[in-house]
T-cell receptor, first 113, second 114 residues
């Protein structure tokens, strides 16, 4: 069966520091991969998605970036964090067929101080 | 951009009662998904709908893909305390076909009173 791992679970970082969140998927090949952000009490905002290695689509212009160095690895990065980057970050995967449902990791709670 | 209107925003119900919530859009959707999120965790898929008019059940949960393809409904029968959480709808608009860009509703926060 497929599993998705996301780490770290929680992170407290000062303003201006770099960020690296990692997500890996097991049990499937060539998944679509996604990064979402969830503000407190709010819905999910799509940040990036990827349909293959090195292929990244950005949905929201900001100081975050994403990379997919391997088929089942998705990384969310920032060179300098802003206070507004605080939130709950969720990685998700879906199979390559269109309209296949998203399956989420357990998220990373990021607090920028 | 595209938005999903999900209602109600929150609801308090007594254990044993039935629950109904819905999502509506001004656009036509290809797919509707319903998720439940517990505090501090990622959303978990409950039901996926792919055809207009489709009615699908998962235990005490039943969801329907609206005939107009612009709405979806989730019902929970005989609620129990562990039903507490936030329920999200998500949809794949026809207009973004091929892009895999799911749109999420703002969630319905459910609290069950024992």
């Amino acid at each position: 069966s497929q599993t998705i791992h996301q780490w770290p679970a929680t992170l407290v970082q000062p303003v201006g520091s770099p960020l690296s969140l990692e997500c890996t998927v097991e049990g499937t090949s060539n998944p679509n991969l996604y990064w979402y952000r969830q503000a407190a009490g709010r819905g999910l905002q799509l940040l990036f998605y990827s349909v293959g290695i090195g292929q990244i689509s950005s949905e929201v212009p900001q100081n975050l970036s994403a990379s997919r160095p391997q088929d089942r690895q998705f990384i969310l990065s920032s060179k300098k964090l802003l206070l507004s980057d605080s939130g709950f970050y969720l990685c998700a995967w879906s199979s390559g067929t269109e309209a296949s449902p998203l399956h989420f990791g357990n998220g990373t709670r990021l607090t920028v101080t | 951009g595209q938005q999903l209107n999900q209602s109600p925003q929150s609801m308090f119900i007594q254990e044993g009662e039935d629950v109904s919530m819905n999502c509506t859009s001004s656009s036509i959707f290809n797919t509707w998904l319903w998720y439940k999120q517990d505090p501090g965790e990622g959303p978990v898929l409950l039901i996926a709908l792919y055809k207009a008019g489709e009615l699908t059940s998962n235990g005490r949960l039943t969801a329907q893909f609206g005939i107009t393809r612009k709405d979806s409904f989730l019902n929970i029968s005989a609620s129990i305390p562990s039903d507490v959480g936030i329920y999200f709808c998500a949809g794949l608009p026809l207009s973004t076909s091929g892009t895999y860009k799911y749109i999420f509703g703002t969630g319905t926060r459910l609290k069950v009173l024992a």
